[in-house]
């Protein structure tokens, strides 16, 4: 089992850094983006799969991780690149926002991975929270993200959070007025 580097990433563009976080467009369900994934040859294979997905998974658990996919091309050789699937409510959303601040902390995020000018060393790993840009770039970890998730910002959510509490507010009152009306008034039935 030798390790090996794995294969320049598709390029992912950083977006602007004055963008309006309530504005900003979120790939959702929350997903995170993993670039320079090590891989390693097992029996002519890069392998990084099923058995690198478990691993990451485990090394990312302070974050709460639902699932960690490793991505592979047409021939099924890993790519490293993974995904980081956290989940749809706003305690995933801070796990993911924690995932990408541990990153960013050691110059490994988004921005870092724009800055590098060089290739990574083996094992250096680069993660973000997937936004609009990486949703709509081409390759692998495009087509993915397009394919697992849309785009959605925090407004767009709260609205939709709070039409959905409305509803079962609505649903709660009609089945306690139901639920009253169906009640005999009490005294009104002898048994004389």
């Not at 992912?12 to 900003?24: K, M, P, R, W, Y």
């Not at 590098?116 to 973000?128: K, N, S």
């Not at 709260?158 to 509490?165: I, L, V």
Request: with cysteine; charged share 25%; net charge neutral.
């Amino acid at each position: 089992m030798d390790s090996d580097e794995a294969p320049e990433p598709e390029r992912i563009h950083a977006t602007g850094a004055g963008s309006n976080v309530g504005d900003e467009q979120f790939v959702w369900p929350w997903m995170g983006v993993l670039l320079n994934v090590p891989t390693e040859w097992m029996g002519g294979w890069k392998d990084g799969g099923m058995r690198r997905g478990g691993i990451l998974k485990e090394r990312l658990l302070r974050f709460c991780p639902h699932m960690v996919i490793p991505l592979g091309d047409q021939f099924g050789h890993h790519t490293g690149i993974a995904i980081v699937l956290f989940g749809q409510d706003y305690a995933c959303l801070g796990k993911a926002l924690d995932f990408e601040n541990h990153f960013e902390a050691q110059g490994r995020g988004k921005r870092g991975w724009e800055a590098h000018t060089f290739r990574p060393l083996p094992g250096e790993i680069f993660g973000w929270v997937a936004l609009a840009d990486d949703w709509r770039t081409a390759g692998l970890t495009g087509e993915f993200l397009r394919s697992h998730g849309g785009l959605k910002t925090i407004a767009q959510l709260e609205s939709k959070m709070q039409s959905e509490m409305q509803k079962l507010a609505l649903l709660l009152s009609t089945r306690k007025n139901i639920s009253s009306r169906n009640r005999m008034p009490q005294g009104t039935l002898s048994l004389k």
